[in-house]
């Protein structure tokens, strides 16, 4: 296999174990460099045959346009609502994403923590502990419960895995035909198509927003369908932020119309932490951290090495889009 030249465009607040995957993984077969954005961009791109992109967020029109060498642009994650894949289309290259099997049981496990945080009412037994009470407040018992995932992909599926243990009623709701043995392995009592999410949504003690953001998903969880919930609902979104329309849920939460909400992600993002609802004891608010794993880390790094290397190999990469 040849070696050829990839180029790593880094986001700012990136892990240090991304480095070492990447180095042990892509640098010691392949001449690897770090995009260095204080210099000129058309000398970094020389030559380049594989750009890996950090989340899809890095890469802008003028680094395509200057990427003229570039067979693949591999995107290390699963959404693409950050990605203009029409332009890297019209560049001439492919384009790959690490699909949902790399990050989803790292977002199942952040998701059902968040519906153990709000069963157990954490934020008000921590206050209870601090001031050195006992013995309250009451929790709420998760079986029996029902668990409503809009999208049963990978990580609806990993949070179902983890859900039916705790004795959850699950009902799940997918555009396509789920594969008939993950359904007989994971045994959901419900699944269904959009036309019954609305039946979902009402009947759903916790629900978990399991979808990519697009113009199609965009606000999916309106200000309608928000008031079709139980008052003692309690959302959990690990996906995209604009799945839901963060005001009115923001209100409803505000106006205790809702139980409460697990949020690790937000429509403007890093979002302004004083905001009143995240004051909130029953709003457990995280960072953009769920899927973000050692696990994740090195199923995406593996992921995108299998692609460069069949780059080299003059083979077509796996996992296209667009």
């Known amino acids: 296999m040849r070696r050829i030249k990839v180029l790593w465009l880094p986001e700012k607040h990136i892990d240090p174990m991304w480095h070492e995957q990447i180095m042990a993984l892509i640098g010691r ?62 560049r001439g290259m492919l384009a790959a994403n690490c699909p949902g099997t790399s990050s989803g049981a790292a977002l199942g496990e952040c998701a059902m923590m ?15 502990f601090r001031a050195r009470g006992f013995g309250q407040p009451l929790g709420h018992t998760l079986a029996g419960a029902t668990l409503g995932l809009i999208g049963f992909g990978a990580s609806g599926q990993e949070l179902a895995r983890r859900a039916k243990p705790f004795g959850m009623r699950i009902l799940g709701i997918d555009v396509r035909q789920i594969e ?44 309608r369908r928000i008031g079709l919930m139980k008052p003692t609902a309690c959302l959990i979104n690990v996906a995209r932020g604009a799945l839901a329309d963060e005001a009115a849920l923001y209100t409803a939460l505000l106006q205790g119309r809702l139980g409460g909400a697990g949020l690790d992600v937000f429509s403007e993002e890093p979002p302004d932490p004083a905001r009143p609802v995240f004051q909130l004891p029953n709003v457990v608010a995280l960072p953009h951290v769920a899927g973000g794993t050692d696990g994740t880390i090195q199923n995406r790094v593996a992921m995108a090495a299998e692609n460069v290397n069949r780059i080299a190999q003059g083979l077509a990469p796996l996992y296209q889009v667009g």
């Open 29 to 90: 077969a392949h001449d690897l460099a770090l995009l260095d954005e204080g210099q000129p961009l058309a000398p970094q791109f020389a030559g380049v045959e594989v750009v890996l992109d950090s989340g899809g967020s890095v890469g802008t029109h003028a680094m395509m346009d200057v990427a003229v060498n570039c067979q693949l642009w591999q995107i290390l994650g699963t959404g693409l609502d950050h990605v203009d894949l029409p332009y890297i289309r019209g």
């Open 114 to 128: 968040m519906i153990l945080m709000l069963a157990r009412r954490y934020h008000e037994a921590s206050a209870v």
């Open 180 to 223: 008939p043995e993950i359904v007989r392995e994971i045994g959901p009592d419900f699944l269904g198509t959009p036309a019954d999410l609305d039946r979902v949504i009402a009947e759903s003690d916790y629900l978990s927003l399991h979808l990519h953001l697009n113009d199609q998903t965009r606000h999916i969880l309106d200000a």
